[in-house]
């Protein structure tokens, strides 16, 4: 839970002053460990819902990309296998750094038919790259 006197760094992405959990279960995402699949409508309908950007608390990394400080449980971030602490640097071989190129990459991912874009981040220390099949 946020305290409402938390100051967050310019340039965060997501963020919310409470979390729910009361959001019926996610179909249409399989997948688990770093290769997910995710069908088209769901990611469509999930984008368009307001709680969308409520569900996480992305905040600027120093070293570049964005730190993920807190995702709801059962939120469409957990069901796609981001984790607290993971830094996300790029998606899609694009990298995001600033509110410019994060609200360049949603716009392209609500226009996308179909693809494999691979969500690369740090994990623990180590580089791994989440892979995500649009049908």
Avoid: C, W
Wanted: net charge neutral; no cysteine; proline share 7%.
């Amino acid at each position: 839970m946020l305290k409402d006197n938390l100051a967050l760094p310019e340039g965060s992405i997501i963020t919310s002053p409470q979390y729910r959990n009361d959001a019926p279960p996610l179909a249409g995402i399989r997948g688990s460990g770093s290769n997910f699949t995710v069908e088209r409508n769901t990611l469509t309908q999930q984008m368009q819902k307001p709680e969308f950007l409520t569900q996480a608390l992305m905040v600027p990394n120093a070293g570049g990309g964005f730190l993920v400080r807190e995702i709801q449980p059962g939120s469409v971030y957990e069901k796609l296998g981001v984790r607290t602490g993971d830094v996300i640097r790029s998606v899609n071989g694009q990298p995001i750094n600033n509110m410019e190129e994060v609200m360049k990459l949603y716009q392209q991912l609500g226009a996308s038919t179909g693809g494999q874009p691979g969500d690369r981040d740090h994990r623990g220390g180590r580089t791994e790259s989440l892979q995500y099949n649009i049908e």
